[in-house]
Each structure stands twice: as C-alpha cells, then as structure tokens.
C-alpha cells in the first residue's frame, strides 16, 4: 500500500542552524501539507502546497520557515534559523484533495534544538 | 476560528468493554477526521466523515452535522487499542488545513 515516507527520523541540531526536513508524498496526490506537534500539544497545521504553490498557512509559519516541491516527488520543509520551540514532531502529510479528503501521514520527523 | 473539542481527555476501560469518544466542533468545518496516534508518535487515519455513520471492523464513527458533534465508537476493545485518538476537522472555511482536537489518550486493561 502507497505510504507517505519522511526522512530523517530523528534530527538533533544547534539553535540558528538550518534543518531541512523531507516528506516523500503518495505519488498520486495532489495536495501536501506540514504539520507539527510539540511534545505533550495537539497537532498544529503549518502550511498546505498545491500547484507548486502554498495554498494555505497559519500564523506559525513564518519568514523562517519555507516549503518547496524541488522535483516531482520530494517536498520540503526549510527553517532557517532554528529556535529552542520549534523543537517539535514534524508531520507530512499528502491527500488526492482538499480538507474533506482523507490526508494520510507520514512517520514524522523528531526535531530537538538544542 | 475553527475549534474541535474532544472528551474525554483520558479514558480506561478494561478488555471486551464498549468504548466512545465524543467530538464536537464550530461552524465551518465540514468534514471531521478521525485519527489514531501510536505510541511512538505515529498518526494513522481512521476515517472521514462528512454525513452519516462508517464501519471499519470494530471502530464505527458517526456524525451528526446539525449538533456539529460526532463520535467513534470501539466496540469489544481490546489492548491492542491503546492509543491517542485524535479528531480533526476539515474543509468549508478551514480550506485544506485540519484543526486537531487534544485527542483522548485510551488505555485498555487486559
């Protein structure tokens, strides 16, 4: 069964480092989506991609962070100058549509700034 | 503002025991989304509901779109189901983006 996939699994860096997670969306989807979720919080939206372009963010995703689709099957997650609370489990996420479509989750990525 | 509330926040049951976790959310989400988060962090979903009731095995998960309110169901639960269960909604106003709940953490005793 096709599976969203995210690499690396766990990464561990220093404050104002660049990170660069990665998601492997299921290849027919149309929609990607990133997701965090701080330990012990709910999961919060970041920023929705479709047509090669964000369609949607929330207030959390700021000039630090920036997502792009390099080729036909990776996208990205950029932050630019890591801070102590963006310490947090990543998510990708990929759907066929938009929200009232099923959006299937990858594995997440574990991120801790130190 | 999209919000989803979810009840109970923790939730212990023993073994062969009917389960259901309730979901409400405001106006402008259209879709509700549940979903399972394993130990390890891990998010599966479960289903998505727009209208009606679905049936997958033993979880079932309804929706009643004029109370704005759903619930999923586990029924003969087993330990095997110890997990976050999360609902998330989506769509209308909320565009593509899910708004989670706090998600209802079960533990099922053997």
């Known amino acids: 069964e096709p599976e969203v996939t995210q690499t690396p699994s766990h990464q561990v860096t220093q404050m104002g480092q660049e990170v660069i997670l990665r998601c492997v969306p299921i290849?027919?989807?149309?929609?990607f989506y990133w997701y965090r979720q701080i330990l012990g919080q709910k999961v919060e939206f970041l920023v929705s991609?479709?047509?090669?372009?964000?369609?949607?963010k929330s207030e959390i995703f700021d000039d630090q962070f920036s997502v792009e689709r390099p080729d036909g099957s990776n996208f990205t997650l950029k932050i630019r100058s890591t801070k102590l609370e963006d310490s947090a489990m990543y998510f990708c996420?990929?759907?066929?549509?938009?929200?009232?479509?099923?959006?299937?989750f990858g594995p997440g990525t574990r991120l801790l700034v130190l | 503002k999209n919000e989803v509330e979810q009840s109970p926040q923790n939730l212990t049951a023993q073994e062969g025991e009917f389960i259901t976790i309730n979901c409400s959310y405001s106006?402008?989400?259209?879709?509700l989304h549940w979903l399972q988060q394993h130990p390890g962090g891990g998010i599966v979903s479960l289903f998505m509901?727009?209208?009606g009731k679905k049936k997958h095995g033993r979880l079932i998960a309804t929706i009643n779109i004029q109370e704005k309110h759903s619930s999923l169901h586990i029924t003969a639960s087993h330990p095997r189901d110890s997990a976050v269960y999360i609902c998330?909604?989506?769509?209308?106003?909320?565009?593509?983006?899910?708004?989670f709940g706090e998600g209802t953490q079960l533990t099922v005793n053997p």
């Open positions: 996420a990929s759907s066929k549509d938009r929200g009232t479509e099923t959006q299937y």
């Open positions: 509901l727009s209208s």
């Open positions: 106006v402008g989400i259209s879709a």
């Open positions: 290849s027919n989807h149309l929609y």
């Open positions: 998330a909604g989506g769509g209308e106003t909320s565009g593509s983006r899910l708004t």
């Open positions: 991609f479709y047509n090669n372009e964000i369609s949607e």
